[in-house]
């Protein structure tokens, strides 16, 4: 399972880039709002750091634009992957940009039908949103084994990337099911780390320690 960074905090992204944990990143018009800076610069700077593809997303709702814009982000770096979302005119512009050789994430995925015109239009991710479904009651992680079930079917070469990912459960049951890829926020990636019987077990561990008199250094 590769890990993708939903974030375009810089910081955030080379802490964990450090750790080598970091396979990509996916930004959003609201990322980059958050973040504060230029869109165009902001993504140079992470596909400098990140050696994975890029996600930088389209904010054009007709084809033609979203094409035009999908090219110009194209030109920041090589490990681009230009996001548009799943509307007809997404689903076009995904056609023609993968079509040219550029690496597409089809966002704002909510069902398997959706994801099966994402993998026939070329898309080279889909981004099934997990957490917005279960804000809505639905099943967020019922859609990824829907689609994990029926790109196996027919040998669809999309990947799977699990997004709108809020906790650690979301993480560990979108592996089971067998997504390509989680994007998660900075946190939950961080949170992943935690335990309580961890905490409890190094508590016990430093309090005999100190009982031995003993140092390492
Ligand atoms: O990658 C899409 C993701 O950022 C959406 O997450 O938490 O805003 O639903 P969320």
Redo the contacts with the bound molecule.
């Keep these: 399972m590769k890990f993708f960074v ?1 974030t375009a905090d810089i910081e955030a992204i080379r802490e964990l880039h450090d750790l080598g944990i970091v396979d990509g990143v ?1 930004t ?1 018009p ?2 980059i709002q958050k973040s504060g800076r230029d869109i165009l610069e902001v993504t140079k700077e992470i596909c400098d750091l990140v050696e994975g593809p890029v996600s930088a997303e389209v904010v054009a709702t007709k084809a033609p634009a979203m094409i035009e814009e999908g090219r110009k982000l194209a030109q920041i770096a090589s490990n681009i992957a230009v996001k548009v979302p799943l509307t007809w005119d997404g689903l076009k512009a995904c056609k023609t940009l993968s079509g040219e050789g550029h690496m597409v994430n089809v ?1 704002l995925c909510f069902s398997a039908a959706q994801a099966i015109l994402a993998a026939k239009a070329g898309a080279t991710f889909v ?1 099934p ?1 997990i ?2 479904l279960d804000d809505i009651n639905l099943d967020g992680l019922d859609l990824i084994a829907d689609i994990r079930t029926i790109y196996n079917n027919y040998d669809f070469r999309t990947e799977i990337l699990a ?2 990912i ?1 906790s650690v459960n979301h993480i560990s049951e979108a592996a089971k099911i067998g997504a390509d890829v989680v ?1 998660a926020p900075p946190a939950v990636l961080q949170s992943m780390a935690a335990h309580p019987l961890t905490d409890k077990g190094l508590a016990a561990f430093m309090a005999d320690w100190q009982k031995t008199g003993q140092k390492i250094l």
Excluded: E, I, P, Q
């Design positions: 939903d996916t959003n609201s990322l966002t981004s949103f957490g917005r997004a709108s809020r994007t």
